[in-house]
T-cell receptor
């Protein structure tokens, strides 16, 4: 079954404490893996697209990496404003649809 | 550059009522989708479209209809609202299979 699984469901960090979020997928013919940030009461905001194993993308304190089975979103020295839900999604084979993981709720304490 | 615009932002319906959630995008994207988001369930695909005149069902299509008469607009119709349709609805568009979605700001629907 085509599936996207994110872990952990929730993560609480102290400001400055680096960590990683995981997104594993079981689809054939990956076309793209996408990371989004969602703040309460708002729509998901696009962060990164990764297309092939070994690819990396960076934006401020965030770095996304991709292997053949999973992706990691690394957060370096996070700040309270990084608190949000982070969503992972994949587009695959000839599928005209994207499937999403259930997200990781990240909370950064000052 | 408005992106994806959804209206209304909030709506309360009585059981059995019908309504249409509006979605418009100004990026000339071929692909558009409707998702619903419920606590603990993530984003679930309702219907999607790969171009004007072409629509297909997603994961949870029952109780909803869509049409795509133009590239810009993709309305979602609730035929006879039920409390189980209480949710936040997001419309999204993308340029093609290798691209991610741009999302609207959502419609928070409550069915009483």
């Amino acid at each position: 079954e085509d599936q996207v699984t994110q872990s952990p469901e929730a993560l609480r960090l102290q400001e400055g404490e680096s960590s990683s979020l995981n997104c594993s997928y079981t689809v054939s013919g990956l076309r793209g893996l996408f990371w989004y940030r969602q703040d309460p009461g708002k729509g998901p905001e696009f962060l990164f697209t990764l297309y092939s194993a070994g690819e990396e993308k960076e934006k401020e304190r965030l770095k996304a990496t991709l292997t053949k089975k999973e992706s990691f979103l690394h957060i370096t020295a996070p700040k309270p404003e990084d608190s949000a839900t982070y969503l992972c999604a994949v587009s695959y084979s000839s599928a005209s649809k994207i499937i999403f993981g259930s997200g990781t709720r990240l909370s950064i304490r000052p | 550059n408005a992106g994806v615009t959804q209206t209304p932002k909030f709506q309360v319906l009585k059981t059995g009522q019908s309504m249409t959630l509006q979605c418009a995008q100004d990026m000339n994207h071929e692909y558009m989708s409707w998702y619903r988001q419920d606590p603990g369930m993530g984003l679930r695909l309702i219907h999607y479209s790969v171009g004007a005149g072409i629509t297909d069902q997603g994961e949870v299509p029952n109780g909803y209809n869509v049409s795509r008469s133009t590239t810009e607009d993709f309305p979602l119709r609730l035929l006879s609202a039920a409390p189980s349709q209480t949710s936040v609805y997001f419309c999204a568009s993308r340029a093609g299979l290798n691209y991610g979605y741009t999302f609207g700001s959502g419609t928070r629907l409550t069915v009483v």
